[in-house]
């Protein structure tokens, strides 16, 4: 074996993708500019506080932004990928296919 262990994709992962409603949350931000925090609740099928402590922790990776912001008198938040996020995410994606191989036919 020539190459070195560091060269597996699976060393390129993003560890913080490794949850599996972090990976959601990313998934679902990735095709959209922005979305609701209760629509993003909502097609999660999770409950507010978990949701919440997951945008903290992508928030705190530099995957996940938050805007806070009014409609109405209501409070809204809205999420967005960062630039680095959505650059982080495509990147993970491609290790992970590295990692699976061509689709079985």
Known sequence: ?????????????ESELAHPVRFSIVAALAPVESIAFG??????QVSDSVLSK???ELEGAG????????VGKRPRTTLSLTKDGLRR??????NLRAIAGPPAE
């Open 63 to 70: 995957f996940v932004k938050a805007a806070k912001g009014f």
């Open 89 to 94: 995410w495509r990147d993970h994606l491609a």
């Open 1 to 13: 074996m020539s190459a070195t262990a560091k060269d597996h994709p699976r060393f390129h992962l």
């Open 39 to 44: 629509e993003l609740r909502d097609e999660l």
């Open 54 to 56: 997951q945008i903290t």
